[in-house]
Protein backbone atom coordinates (compact mmCIF):
# COMPACT_ATOMS: atom_id res chain seq x y z
CA UNK A 1 0.00 0.00 0.00
CA UNK A 2 1.39 3.29 -1.31
CA UNK A 3 2.52 5.88 1.75
CA UNK A 4 3.57 8.55 -0.53
CA UNK A 5 1.70 10.17 -3.23
CA UNK A 6 3.48 13.30 -5.41
CA UNK A 7 2.29 16.53 -6.21
CA UNK A 8 4.03 17.96 -9.19
CA UNK A 9 7.24 15.58 -8.50
CA UNK A 10 7.02 16.39 -4.90
CA UNK A 11 6.71 13.32 -2.29
CA UNK A 12 3.74 13.72 -0.08
CA UNK A 13 3.10 11.34 2.90
CA UNK A 14 -0.45 9.56 3.31
CA UNK A 15 -1.01 9.56 7.25
CA UNK A 16 -2.44 5.74 7.45
CA UNK A 17 -2.46 2.91 5.13
CA UNK A 18 -5.71 3.36 2.77
CA UNK A 19 -7.89 0.22 3.00
CA UNK A 20 -6.91 -3.00 0.19
CA UNK A 21 -9.21 -4.25 -2.60
CA UNK A 22 -11.65 -6.98 -1.20
CA UNK A 23 -12.29 -5.34 2.56
CA UNK A 24 -15.45 -4.01 3.65
CA UNK A 25 -15.13 -0.20 3.01
CA UNK A 26 -14.12 1.56 6.78
CA UNK A 27 -16.90 3.61 7.31
CA UNK A 28 -16.63 7.55 8.05
CA UNK A 29 -19.27 10.57 8.53
CA UNK A 30 -19.24 13.69 6.63
CA UNK A 31 -21.17 16.70 6.14
CA UNK A 32 -23.44 16.71 3.04
CA UNK A 33 -24.00 19.78 0.84
CA UNK A 34 -26.58 20.77 3.46
CA UNK A 35 -24.44 20.63 6.24
CA UNK A 36 -26.04 17.14 7.48
CA UNK A 37 -23.90 14.12 8.82
CA UNK A 38 -24.11 11.70 6.13
CA UNK A 39 -22.19 7.96 7.03
CA UNK A 40 -20.30 6.01 3.88
CA UNK A 41 -22.38 3.02 5.51
CA UNK A 42 -25.85 4.69 4.56
CA UNK A 43 -25.14 4.71 0.89
CA UNK A 44 -25.11 0.99 1.05
CA UNK A 45 -27.90 -0.69 -0.98
CA UNK A 46 -26.11 0.08 -4.46
CA UNK A 47 -22.75 0.17 -6.56
CA UNK A 48 -20.98 3.05 -5.44
CA UNK A 49 -17.99 4.98 -7.01
CA UNK A 50 -16.40 7.02 -4.85
CA UNK A 51 -14.43 10.11 -5.98
CA UNK A 52 -11.83 11.42 -3.74
CA UNK A 53 -10.10 15.12 -4.82
CA UNK A 54 -7.78 17.40 -3.23
CA UNK A 55 -10.22 20.38 -4.20
CA UNK A 56 -13.01 20.70 -6.66
CA UNK A 57 -11.88 24.45 -7.47
CA UNK A 58 -8.64 22.95 -9.12
CA UNK A 59 -8.85 22.09 -12.46
CA UNK A 60 -8.18 18.51 -12.58
CA UNK A 61 -10.33 17.75 -9.52
CA UNK A 62 -13.28 19.60 -12.25
CA UNK A 63 -12.76 17.26 -15.04
CA UNK A 64 -12.20 13.97 -12.89
CA UNK A 65 -15.32 14.93 -11.04
CA UNK A 66 -16.85 15.76 -14.58
CA UNK A 67 -15.95 13.13 -16.30
CA UNK A 68 -17.02 10.25 -13.83
CA UNK A 69 -20.56 12.57 -13.13
CA UNK A 70 -21.39 12.33 -17.04
CA UNK A 71 -20.53 7.99 -16.67
CA UNK A 72 -22.84 7.92 -13.47
CA UNK A 73 -25.23 9.45 -15.34
CA UNK A 74 -25.05 7.36 -18.33
CA UNK A 75 -24.47 4.00 -16.63
CA UNK A 76 -26.96 5.13 -13.68
CA UNK A 77 -24.24 3.87 -10.56
CA UNK A 78 -24.04 6.00 -7.57
CA UNK A 79 -21.03 8.82 -7.33
CA UNK A 80 -20.08 10.10 -4.15
CA UNK A 81 -17.38 12.51 -4.11
CA UNK A 82 -15.42 13.42 -1.32
CA UNK A 83 -13.00 16.57 -0.41
CA UNK A 84 -11.89 18.90 2.33
CA UNK A 85 -13.87 21.45 0.31
CA UNK A 86 -16.41 23.28 2.72
CA UNK A 87 -20.09 21.98 1.71
CA UNK A 88 -21.11 25.20 0.75
CA UNK A 89 -18.33 25.19 -2.89
CA UNK A 90 -19.18 21.48 -3.02
CA UNK A 91 -23.13 22.82 -3.48
CA UNK A 92 -21.89 25.63 -5.61
CA UNK A 93 -19.59 23.74 -8.06
CA UNK A 94 -22.39 20.79 -8.43
CA UNK A 95 -24.81 23.91 -9.21
CA UNK A 96 -22.36 25.61 -11.78
CA UNK A 97 -22.10 22.37 -13.41
CA UNK A 98 -25.59 21.20 -13.09
CA UNK A 99 -23.94 17.92 -12.01
CA UNK A 100 -27.96 17.15 -9.45
CA UNK A 101 -26.44 12.95 -9.61
CA UNK A 102 -23.28 13.81 -7.30
CA UNK A 103 -23.51 12.84 -3.83
CA UNK A 104 -20.87 15.88 -2.76
CA UNK A 105 -19.55 15.00 1.26
CA UNK A 106 -17.25 17.16 2.90
CA UNK A 107 -14.72 16.09 5.68
CA UNK A 108 -12.75 19.22 6.37
CA UNK A 109 -14.63 18.98 10.09
CA UNK A 110 -13.55 16.26 11.77
CA UNK A 111 -11.23 14.70 9.06
CA UNK A 112 -12.90 10.95 9.54
CA UNK A 113 -12.61 10.12 6.03
CA UNK A 114 -8.95 11.31 6.11
CA UNK A 115 -8.01 9.21 8.68
CA UNK A 116 -9.84 6.20 8.30
CA UNK A 117 -9.10 5.56 4.64
CA UNK A 118 -5.21 6.67 5.18
CA UNK A 119 -6.11 9.30 2.18
CA UNK A 120 -5.11 12.68 4.06
CA UNK A 121 -2.00 14.30 3.38
CA UNK A 122 0.23 14.95 5.47
CA UNK A 123 1.94 18.07 4.03
CA UNK A 124 -0.99 19.69 2.55
CA UNK A 125 -4.15 18.89 5.01
CA UNK A 126 -6.25 17.51 1.72
CA UNK A 127 -7.01 14.18 0.86
CA UNK A 128 -4.89 12.22 -1.88
CA UNK A 129 -6.99 11.83 -5.42
CA UNK A 130 -8.43 8.69 -5.57
CA UNK A 131 -10.86 6.44 -7.30
CA UNK A 132 -12.80 3.12 -5.25
CA UNK A 133 -15.83 0.90 -6.57
CA UNK A 134 -17.58 -0.38 -3.24
CA UNK A 135 -20.08 -2.94 -3.84
CA UNK A 136 -24.11 -2.81 -2.32
CA UNK A 137 -22.47 -4.44 0.51
CA UNK A 138 -19.77 -2.11 1.12
CA UNK A 139 -16.97 -3.88 -0.39
CA UNK A 140 -14.11 -1.97 -2.08
CA UNK A 141 -13.96 -4.26 -5.75
CA UNK A 142 -11.83 -1.30 -7.29
CA UNK A 143 -8.97 1.10 -6.00
CA UNK A 144 -7.01 3.36 -7.54
CA UNK A 145 -4.78 5.93 -5.56
CA UNK A 146 -3.32 7.96 -8.12
CA UNK A 147 0.84 8.10 -7.77
CA UNK A 148 0.62 11.78 -9.06
CA UNK A 149 -1.86 14.09 -7.63
CA UNK A 150 -1.39 16.68 -10.36
CA UNK A 151 -2.78 14.24 -12.79
CA UNK A 152 -6.40 12.51 -13.61
CA UNK A 153 -7.22 8.76 -12.69
CA UNK A 154 -7.30 5.75 -15.31
CA UNK A 155 -11.25 6.00 -15.67
CA UNK A 156 -11.37 2.69 -17.52
CA UNK A 157 -10.50 -0.20 -14.72
CA UNK A 158 -13.09 1.91 -11.90
CA UNK A 159 -15.86 2.02 -14.68
CA UNK A 160 -15.29 -1.41 -15.85
CA UNK A 161 -15.56 -2.76 -12.18
CA UNK A 162 -19.04 -0.79 -11.33
CA UNK A 163 -20.58 -1.39 -14.73
CA UNK A 164 -20.23 -5.60 -14.02
CA UNK A 165 -21.52 -4.90 -10.50
CA UNK A 166 -24.99 -3.37 -11.67
Request: aromatic share 6%; net charge negative; hydrophobic share 40%.
Amino acid sequence: MPTTVTFKGNPMHLVGDPPAEGQPAPDFTALDAGLQPVSLSSLRGAPVVLNVVPSLDTPVCERQTRHLAEQARQAGFKLVTLSMDLPFAQKRFCETFQLPNVVTLSDFKDRQAAHTWGLGIQELGLLARAVFVLDSNGVIRHRQIVPEIAQEPDYEPALKTVKQLL
